[in-house]
Nanobody, 124 residues
């Protein structure tokens, strides 16, 4: 089992940057693939990107590709989402989630553990 806690959200102007962190507890963090999702008010939860357990594979939604980067430090049990060139439409609550199966990781239903989320607001 793994517990996830996101941090680093806040208010930023369009064009700015933020780095979100996802801290995990549990000795098996390095065996989990981690995804980032976001949910804006009145909208469904949306896939942002994922990183494989080793960090060797990443995949991003088209809406964030080239602007967001996911990385992880398994020694520190921490995952990062670097967000650059932020746009107002990136405003949402951002969640990290963990799965021990490398399959269909763009789908929220494939993840077993979720953090509580952190708010990101991008002003125009």
């Amino acid at each position: 089992q793994v517990q996830l806690v996101e941090s680093g959200g806040g208010l930023v102007q369009a064009g700015g940057s933020l780095r979100l962190s996802c801290a995990a507890s549990g000795r098996t963090f390095s065996s989990y693939h981690i995804g980032w999702f976001r949910q804006a008010p009145g909208k469904e939860r949306e896939f942002v990107g994922y990183i494989s357990s080793s960090g060797g594979s990443t995949y991003y939604a088209d809406s964030v590709k080239g602007r967001f980067t996911i990385s992880r430090d398994n020694a520190k049990n921490t995952l990062y989402l670097q967000m650059n060139s932020l746009k107002p439409e990136d405003t949402a609550v951002y969640y990290c989630a963990a799965s021990n199966r490398f399959i269909l990781l763009t789908m929220a239903s494939k993840y077993d553990y979720w953090g509580q989320g952190t708010q990101v607001t991008v002003s125009s």
